[in-house]
């Protein structure tokens, strides 16, 4: 029996189980989301959903809540942090989220020869600032954090197919990437002096005191992908501002990587509390 990693919770399966609760639930797909992309878009895509959803006469929307895990986790405490529908939402749950995008952006890339997926994606997402005509190299970053994501056999990998096709000069990129740790500070360092104001705008540090629900952060301990003192930084700041949160940082979750669960077993109280808090304040009655 293992653990569960990020990765692996599906929204659509935590869907199934709140529903056979008794729970009306919706899970909307977001194409950008869906296609890896870091954009300040996602806010506002998830502050629109909600606002259609606030107008469904079936629903009962005076008891409404936000679950969601990773990026999603962030983009949604930014557009629960908007005044127009920041009362409209009785409890929210951040799994795995982050605080500061730029600080992420450093953490994974800190990490990336221990796991290159997170690395992968930010390049995909951001190599336009600094290169022209750069299609072709971050789609093969794309499909490299594919590879590592679906765990391709060598034969189905994609990434090596595209990188034969790539020009000398983006072969050189991608090679640096990969061998030159140097070369990838250089990197983040010019994408954080490029990309600092929309980093800024879907960073929820900077809007967290705005939150008025109570906030359930739950990060696994030791998170390669996302550091969970991007939890414990959102947590001091709800609490420099009085708000109501809860922190459950656990050996339960990673980002990706199954953890044995007869290892973390002191873990699931915590867990469990965690969740009760979430669920408290949804069902709690105005």
Same mark, same amino acid.
């Given at each position: 029996?293992?653990?569960?990693? @990020?990765?692996?919770?599906?929204?659509?399966?935590?869907?199934?189980?709140?529903?056979?609760?008794?729970?009306?639930?919706?899970?909307?797909?977001?194409?950008?989301?869906?296609?890896?992309?870091?954009?300040?878009?996602?806010? /506002?895509?998830?502050? #629109?959903? *909600?606002?259609?959803? %606030?107008? /469904?006469?079936?629903?009962?929307?005076?008891?409404?809540?936000?679950?969601?895990?990773? *990026?999603?986790?962030?983009? $949604?405490?930014?557009?629960?942090?908007?005044?127009? @529908?920041?009362?409209? +939402?009785?409890?929210?749950?951040?799994?795995?989220?982050?605080?500061?995008?730029?600080?992420?952006?450093?953490?994974?890339?800190?990490?990336?020869?221990?796991?290159?997926?997170?690395?992968?994606?930010?390049?995909?997402?951001?190599?336009?600032?600094?290169? #022209?005509?750069? #299609?072709? %190299?971050?789609?093969? *970053?794309? /499909?490299?954090?594919? #590879?590592?994501?679906?765990?391709?056999?060598?034969?189905?990998?994609?990434?090596?197919?595209?990188?034969?096709?790539?020009?000398?000069?983006?072969?050189?990129?991608?090679?640096?990437?990969? +061998?030159?740790?140097?070369?990838?500070?250089?990197? +983040? /360092?010019?994408?954080?002096?490029?990309?600092?104001?929309?980093?800024?705008?879907?960073?929820?540090?900077?809007?967290?005191?705005?939150?008025?629900?109570?906030?359930?952060?739950?990060? $696994?301990?030791?998170?390669? +992908?996302?550091?969970?003192?991007?939890?414990?930084?959102?947590?001091?700041?709800?609490?420099?501002?009085?708000?109501?949160?809860?922190?459950?940082?656990?050996? %339960?979750?990673?980002?990706?990587?199954?953890?044995?669960?007869?290892?973390?077993? $002191?873990?699931?109280? $915590?867990?469990?509390?965690?969740?009760?808090?979430?669920?408290?304040?949804?069902?709690?009655?105005?």
């Amino acid at each position: 029996m293992s653990g569960y990693g @990020i990765d692996d919770i599906r929204m659509t399966d935590v869907a199934n189980s709140l529903s056979a609760s008794g729970y009306n639930v919706v899970v909307p797909e977001f194409e950008e989301i869906k296609a890896l992309k870091i954009t300040p878009e996602s806010a /506002q895509n998830i502050k #629109d959903v *909600f606002l259609v959803i %606030l107008e /469904q006469e079936k629903l009962n929307t005076k008891n409404i809540g936000f679950f969601s895990i990773s *990026f999603s986790a962030g983009y $949604g405490l930014v557009a629960f942090a908007d005044p127009e @529908i920041a009362s409209k +939402v009785k409890s929210i749950i951040a799994i795995g989220g982050f605080s500061e995008l730029l600080d992420t952006c450093r953490f994974a890339l800190g990490n990336y020869l221990k796991d290159d997926y997170p690395g992968n994606i930010l390049f995909y997402n951001y190599l336009h600032l600094l290169y #022209d005509d750069s #299609d072709a %190299l971050a789609e093969t *970053f794309y /499909q490299a954090a594919l #590879d590592n994501r679906f765990s391709r056999s060598d034969k189905d990998k994609i990434a090596p197919k595209l990188y034969e096709k790539l020009s000398k000069r983006h072969k050189e990129i991608f090679d640096r990437v990969k +061998v030159d740790t140097d070369f990838r500070k250089d990197l +983040v /360092q010019k994408i954080s002096a490029a990309y600092e104001t929309p980093a800024k705008s879907i960073s929820p540090i900077y809007y967290v005191d705005k939150i008025k629900s109570p906030v359930c952060l739950i990060h $696994g301990k030791n998170d390669d +992908v996302i550091s969970e003192t991007e939890s414990i930084k959102l947590a001091a700041k709800m609490k420099q501002f009085n708000l109501e949160f809860t922190l459950e940082l656990t050996g %339960l979750l990673s980002h990706g990587d199954k953890i044995p669960v007869w290892k973390q077993i $002191g873990s699931l109280p $915590g867990l469990a509390s965690a969740f009760g808090y979430f669920f408290k304040n949804l069902n709690e009655k105005e």
